[in-house]
């Protein structure tokens, strides 16, 4: 998991669909792997996303914590 930047792994991902969109025949192995590569960057993405999710809890804690 080096890059858990979530607008690369997007930007990846949609590069591989659209590799699969515009292949006319698809190479079984090379399909293979850029199926696995998209694997790993949703579950990279799915965990940045967490990430991000608990960032937000945190600061809307903070922000209800200053206001009582």
């Known amino acids: ?3 858990k930047n979530l ?3 997007l930007k ?3 590069e591989i669909s659209e590799w699969f969109d515009e292949s006319k ?3 079984v ?3 293979l792997g850029k199926i696995k590569e998209a ?5 990279e993405s799915k965990e940045r996303l ?3 999710e608990n960032d937000f809890e945190e600061i809307k804690k903070e922000m209800d ?3 009582k």
Not at 39 to 43: A, F, P
């Open 50 to 52: 967490k990430q991000i």
């Open 25 to 27: 025949e698809v190479d």
């Open 7 to 9: 607008k690369n792994n």
């Open 1 to 3: 998991m080096e890059n």
């Open 12 to 14: 990846k991902l949609e």
């Open 65 to 67: 914590s200053d206001v």
């Open 39 to 43: 694997v790993v960057l949703i579950k």
């Open 29 to 31: 192995e090379e399909g």
